[in-house]
């Protein structure tokens, strides 16, 4: 019954912006912790951001810090990833994921933790 509908992906201009959004369905978002992850071709998969609640305690990676934003709306169920002043380097396929459980931020950048995925949407970054 859990769906989460990725879109917002595409290709931009280096320094360019993109607006990831993951619209959850079959539940109140506002009860999960809520994460990105992205998986670049040759790489592992990494988590980006995560909140695990909307009290504003918020985990960025060191490469993304300070140019991306995770949010969510919950009168819309929906999680977002503000992304400015994009690099090739953010090229990428970019997963949404939530789950049940308030984790500490230390714990939300843990892939396995997560029961429900979006579909993985790709980011492009190139001239």
């Known amino acids: 019954q859990l769906q989460l509908v990725e879109s917002g992906g595409g290709l931009v201009q280096p320094g360019g912006s993109l607006r990831l959004a993951c619209e959850a369905s079959g539940f109140v978002l506002d009860y999960y912790t809520i994460a990105w992850f992205r998986q670049a071709p040759g790489k592992e998969r990494e988590a980006v951001s995560c909140?695990?609640?909307?009290?504003?305690?918020?985990y960025y990676a060191r490469s993304v810090k300070g140019r991306f934003t995770i949010s969510r709306d919950s009168a819309k169920a929906t999680v977002y990833l503000q992304m400015d002043s994009l690099k090739p380097e953010d090229t990428a396929v970019y997963y949404c994921?939530?789950?049940?459980?308030?984790?500490?931020?230390?714990?939300?950048?843990?892939?396995?933790?997560?029961?429900?995925w979006g579909q993985g949407i790709q980011v492009t970054v190139s001239s």
């Open positions: 994921a939530v789950d049940p459980v308030r984790y500490l931020v230390t714990q939300c950048i843990h892939q396995g933790l997560y029961n429900d």
């Open positions: 909140m695990p609640n909307n009290d504003g305690t918020t």
